[in-house]
């Protein structure tokens, strides 16, 4: 009787106790869990038929990075002037020219901590983009770099985030989440803003209404129920935003790759299972009942376990990412083009729909076309 009890709660789009979010994780039949979830999205989504995919480029504004996470293979310590680098206009100007004739329509801007950049900088950089292609939009930072910035130039992260929406920042990526645990964040990323930081920094945006996205890094150190306990602090702070702004648009879990990382020199490997990231995508659906967008993350699970989390909870494919630096030098080598990834959505059973940032349909065209 339990089982049908929260399933119908889950149904309801009711908010789940902590408890039962947890039954979820530990006792519910994946077969049931990712019907019901299935249902859900049908019932939530604007047309269950359809499955959302992007075109979008993902461009690092530099790869000097203090945050010392140990996922992460692409940064660079401020002393290592060997390898650092700041992107320049001219080689933004080529990769948006390129991402424009693909048929793209945002830059997803992001990069580490680093120690001397502070919110003029940003400012500058955002206006100059925006004054030279002020159709494209900027999905950039996070809460960890809007920390880190407002930190440097001795303002309020508000403050910050007030200066960045005025240069030209469109919306802000869920970035810098992974498990939001102060003990597991001490664990992966010891010199990343906290928790509290990260969730401040997003209730935040959400009063500004400035739209956000929310993340979520699984398979490494944390526990199934640090997972579960995540995704209720993203459900409650979802709960906080002002009635009528955007808050979460979307939700996006991947799991760990630990190609090479300092987290795999320290004996904590990845193990993919696709079974698992079927229940990550369905418990999600079924938690946070007040977001509508789950994405299946194709870059770090494959093509065929992305299709089969549309049947368990998610309505998007993301974006086709004709850039991506960070996640695939951990050993995520999945690619997709438009054509590729607008197949793997029919032959899963649905209609491909290009969307923009925010879920609105747009025409898919390129320079040929």
Known sequence: MRAEEIFAKARDRVA?????????????????LAYVADEVRRAVVRDPQVVTWQIDRNVNITNVCISGCKFCNFHCKPHQTEREFITTIDEY????????????????????????????????????????YPQVRLHAL???????????SGITSRQALERLVAAGLDSLPGAGAEILCDDVRRAISPAKPSVQEWLDVMHQAHQMNLPTSATMMYGHVETPHQRIDHLLKIRDLQARCPEGNWGF??????????????????????????LEYVRVIAVSRLILNNIRNIQASWLTVGKATAQLALHSGANDMGSIMIEENVVSSAGAHNKFDA?????????????PRLRDQLYRPREYRTADK
Do not use: C, N
Not at 16 to 32: G, K, N
Not at 118 to 132: A, H, R
Not at 142 to 152: D, L, M, S, Y
């Open 339 to 351: 054509e590729g990834i607008q197949q793997a959505i029919r032959e899963a059973g649905f209609e």
């Open 249 to 274: 648009i979307a939700f996006i879990p991947w799991i760990f790759r630990s190609a090479g990382t300092r987290l795999e020199q320290e004996g904590v490997h990845s193990h993919f299972s696709p």
């Open 16 to 32: 789940l106790t902590r408890e039962e979010a947890y039954w979820l994780w530990d006792e519910a039949p994946l077969e049931r």
């Open 93 to 132: 100007k080529e990769k948006i020219e390129r991402m424009l004739a693909l048929g793209g329509d945002q830059l997803l801007l992001q990069g580490g901590l680093h120690p001397k950049l502070g919110v003029e900088f940003y400012e500058e950089l955002f206006s100059t983009l925006k004054s030279l």
């Open 142 to 152: 996070g809460a960890p770099e809007v920390a880190h910035i407002a930190k440097v």
